[in-house]
């Protein structure tokens, strides 16, 4: 069984995972800061970012791939990859925007990061105990 629409979403994830990293690796040359930070805080803040969004990408995309092989619906599929990317990027605007503090993009692409997570967790869940 292809996996085309769980396949967009992890590409689309994999180019925002690169545009993020290339956004560290340009704050290390810049500040010529080769590990860690040294107290930099635009390449912390900026490390944070990529790395909020390596941490929750693994769950969410596998999450994505289990319902579509469990044969869940196309658009129902693309709603939870939409609100993926959408609650990514404002994670990401938000985070560098508010630098560290509060900023509503931060928060709704939290919100939303956790409501993908959890919609797609119990999606899997009503099919495993539907199949009993």
Known sequence: MPLAIS????????????????RVIK????????????????????????????????????????TELNGSNSIMLHAFGCVWIIARVLHAIGLTQGKGGYHIGRFWGMILTWSVIVGLALVNLFAYVTSL
């Open 7 to 22: 396949g967009l979403y992890i590409s689309l994830t994999a180019l925002l995972t690169v545009l993020l990293t290339y």
């Open 27 to 66: 704050l290390r040359r810049t500040h010529k800061i080769g590990i860690g930070s040294a107290g930099n805080e635009s390449l912390t803040l900026a490390q944070r970012v990529h790395g909020n969004l390596l941490e929750n990408a693994p769950i969410a995309l596998l999450l994505l791939v289990v």
